[in-house]
Structures are given as structure tokens and as C-alpha cells.
């Protein structure tokens, strides 16, 4: 196991066929980093293939129009290096086992702090802002290594996605000196802002309101510092919309005065509820969500249980209310 900007550009160099993936129920900084790799290795003229077992969210499809992104079935190359960007554990890879473990080289490209380094080859910053900002040093120091600006108005595009979405908008503690510099050079380098902030936070379907206004019904305070609101399969079907396209609901649970903690519980099926996490004061909601088998950051994390949602719901809001006890008692 490496970690080094460098052994990741040797592999490009001496390799010819890339798989690009990320992890399940893609979000912006998944897709940025991804298509931006998938558009530089096919700059440099290699055999290149994004597959990824899931929908992409109706507001980043402006990102893939004219990639064609397939399944793990669709897949039939050998002799070939699998990079997995903006993914905090293997097991949340979104492509079949299969693929990983036939690959020649396991390449991980990632900032959450919950990445052991499972890959051959690991580019991991806890502390960078996104995983697009990783790619952004990655092509930087190709550049630099190698005289070629691979940044295009398309990878550029890609890469202020993630950074953009990942950041809140530069509102989170995440973005700092080095997040406004690179967002400074993709604007130059010809990121399309306004395309970007059209799709990514202005393009919410009507029934997407309608939606948001059941949600807000389901919303619920806990103590003083928890609020948490319960999407169910049935009001997701009734208003088609996807499961993969209400994750900013979330953030209505933390915006509240007072609210430390803010939880999503989205049913997917009777027996499967994802849950999203976030905070805004000091409480690590990543390692809440390490208790359940997930992860993610300090003020923002996820992860999946195998039950039904009133039982979720009480082991994890049971599980937060200790965690924030704990808190107080220290």
C-alpha cells in the first residue's frame, strides 16, 4: 500500500484501461471527481469506462450528458486499474465485488476520515475540503511534472461541482484558504458557475416541494439540540420522486435555531433506512455513524441500517441523545 500523488500518475503512465467509480447514492463531489478523472485519463488518450451501479440525482445530470456511464454487467474488459474517488470504505464501492477484485490495481483517491486505505495505491487528505480539490492537485502536479494544463472547461466544470456541493457553498468550516484558491483557478480555467448553480440548487421539480412540504410535517425536535425528519417509501413514491434525490432535506433539520444535530431518515424499502447526519457546533457525527457501519465527516456523515424506520429512528436519535449527554457530562 502506497499513499503518493506520484505512484498514481506512474500507474496512469504504465497502464492503459481505467475503470472510474465512487460510492453508492452518488452526490456531487462522487460525480465531480469522478467524471473529472474520467475526462483526463481519456485526454490522455487511455481506455477509459465510468461505471457506477446507480441513478445519478436528476440535479447532477448536466454533468454526465454525453458520458455513457454502465453497469458492472456491462463491463467486460481485463487487464485493468480500478480508481475510486470521493469513496470512504470499500465496501461502499458502487460497483460489483467482482470488478475489484479482478482489477491489477486498486487506486483510492479520498478525503473522509473513515478511509482506511484499502487501496494499492491511496491519495487520502482528511483535511482537504473534497475529493474534487485531490483531483484539482493531482492534474496540478501532472501539469507541473509534465508541462500539460489537462483542466478544460469541462473538468473544470466537474471540479467546482464537488467543491461547491461539498462545501455548502463555502459555508462549512471545510472550505478555507486553499478551497477559495482552487475555486479562483477552475473559474479561470472556465468552470461554468452559472450552469452549475442553475442545475445543482435551482432546478427542484414541483413535486419536489410537494414533497418537502409532507417532510417538514414529519419533523420533530428532540431535547433541545436534535431535530430529525422521516421520508418513507410511500412519500417518495406518491410523489415519483427518487430516492436519490432528496438529500438536501437534511439540511432543514440542522438550519433550525438551537439544533445541533440534524437527521435525514429516508426508507428505501420495509427493511433498509439510510440515515444522514449533520451538525453545526463540535459534536463528530461520523463517529455516530461508525456505530452503525457508516462514516463520513466530523459535521456531516451517513450510513444504512437493515430495519424497519421506527426502529432506526430510536436507535439512532437513542444514540445521539447519549453521545450529546456524554458531552454535557464531560
Do not use: W
Not at 457506477?52 to 450528458?65: E, G, K, Q, Y
Not at 507541473?144 to 455548502?168: C, P, Q
Amino acid at each position: 500500500m502506497t499513499n503518493s500523488i506520484d505512484n498514481i500518475l506512474k500507474c496512469i503512465e504504465e497502464n492503459e484501461t481505467f475503470l472510474v467509480t465512487s460510492h453508492v447514492s452518488p452526490d456531487g463531489d462522487n460525480l465531480g471527481s469522478t467524471l473529472a478523472t474520467y475526462y483526463a485519463l481519456k485526454k490522455l488518450g487511455k481506455k477509459v469506462f465510468y461505471v457506477l451501479d446507480d441513478t445519478i440525482p436528476l440535479n447532477m445530470n448536466f454533468l454526465v450528458d454525453g458520458v455513457e456511464k454502465l453497469s458492472s454487467q456491462e463491463f467486460s474488459q481485463n487487464d485493468y486499474v480500478v480508481i475510486t474517488l470521493d469513496c470512504g470504505d470499500k465496501n461502499r464501492i458502487c460497483i460489483d465485488k467482482t470488478l475489484i477484485e479482478g482489477a491489477k490495481v486498486l487506486v483510492t483517491i479520498d478525503h473522509h476520515a473513515s478511509n482506511d486505505g484499502y487501496g494499492d495505491i491511496n491519495f487520502i487528505d482528511t483535511e482537504a475540503s473534497s475529493t474534487c480539490e485531490l483531483v484539482y492537485r493531482l492534474l496540478s502536479r501532472y501539469k507541473k511534472l509534465n508541462g500539460v494544463n489537462l483542466i478544460d472547461e469541462k473538468i473544470a466544470t466537474a471540479l467546482y461541482t464537488g467543491l461547491v456541493t461539498d462545501t455548502g457553498n463555502f459555508s462549512y468550516t471545510n472550505a478555507d484558504e486553499e478551497s477559495f484558491e482552487v475555486a479562483r483557478n477552475l473559474l479561470m480555467m472556465g468552470a461554468k458557475k452559472e450552469d452549475i448553480i442553475i442545475n445543482v440548487f435551482q432546478s427542484n421539480s414541483f413535486s419536489y416541494y410537494k414533497l418537502l412540504g409532507e417532510a417538514l410535517n414529519t419533523l420533530e425536535v428532540h431535547g433541545s439540540e436534535v431535530a430529525c425528519i422521516t421520508l418513507t417509501k410511500d412519500m417518495l413514491d406518491r410523489n415519483d420522486i427518487s430516492y436519490n434525490d432528496v438529500d438536501g432535506i437534511t439540511t432543514y433539520t440542522r438550519d433550525i435555531k438551537g439544533i445541533n444535530i440534524g437527521i435525514l431518515f429516508k426508507q428505501r424499502n420495509e427493511n433498509e433506512v439510510k440515515v444522514s447526519l449533520r451538525s453545526k457546533n463540535n459534536t463528530d457525527v461520523s463517529k455516530i455513524a461508525q456505530v452503525f457501519g457508516g462514516g463520513g465527516h466530523t459535521r456531516a456523515a451517513g450510513c444504512t441500517i437493515a430495519d424497519s424506520v421506527d426502529v432506526a429512528k430510536k436507535k439512532v436519535l437513542d444514540a445521539v441523545l447519549n453521545t450529546l449527554q456524554g458531552e454535557i457530562n464531560e
